[in-house]
């Protein structure tokens, strides 16, 4: 199977977070994390909340992170952030991302960061590990699995009461937010069928 790190910055917007991971419970990819992508994602998605001064952050956050543990054990690889890592990259922070990617025989990491250098980095060039954006990603595996892609929406839909949102609503929302527009021309013929 398909084997993809999910970097921070791809795991922080919900909605997106949501798609991907319901794509990855359709068995369509086997998603990975480091332990330093969890920390990072705990202290983002804190400071997100503070800013817009939500209750229950910590509650809200325990109960992710058992859900992701939960719908996919074996998805976390013991890499911390603040282990120094010797990969020549452009941000040494992303270290542990990397490294997740290697020690998981991943065959991508999925991210938005273009400024670490992942796709510079000799170990990833060896090991054919491919740096892809979520909008990519998400195409790459609908397109290999739409039928994924369809039960993705028609999960996040049923779980949506406030407000509601059909799945075509929620295919909206991924194009204009998240850019991803191939996900949506691949997946708008079969929704007339939902």
């Known amino acids: 199977m ?25 068995d369509a990819y086997a998603p990975l994390w480091s332990t330093g992508i969890l920390t990072e994602l705990d202290y983002v998605l804190a400071r997100l ?6 209750p229950d952050s910590g509650a809200y956050r325990a109960r992710l992170f058992a859900q992701m543990a939960k719908a996919f054990p074996g998805a976390t ?18 270290g542990h991302v990397l490294h997740a990617a290697i020690i998981g025989n991943a065959d991508a990491i999925v991210t938005d960061d273009w400024r670490a250098g992942f796709a510079t980095v000799p170990e990833l060039i060896a090991a054919e590990i491919q740096i892809v954006s979520p909008a990519q990603f998400a195409a790459n595996t609908v397109a290999a699995h739409p039928q994924a892609g369809r039960r993705a929406l028609q999960t996040m839909s ?37």
């Not at 398909?2 to 910055?9: F, P």
């Not at 909340?49 to 939500?54: A, K, L, M, P």
């Not at 690889?77 to 992303?94: C, N, V």
């Open 77 to 94: 690889i013991d890499a911390p952030k603040d282990r120094d890592y010797h990969y020549q990259l452009a941000d040494p922070d992303d």
């Open 2 to 26: 398909y084997r993809a790190v999910l970097d921070t910055c791809v795991l922080v917007p919900g909605r997106q977070r949501d798609f991907l991971l319901q794509l990855a419970t359709g």
């Open 49 to 54: 909340d503070e800013q817009r001064d939500r």
């Open 158 to 194: 049923a779980r949506m009461s406030t407000p509601s949102r059909t799945p075509q609503e929620i295919l909206v929302e991924l194009r204009q937010r998240y850019g991803m527009t191939e996900v949506a021309d691949l997946l708008v013929p079969g929704l007339a069928d939902l």
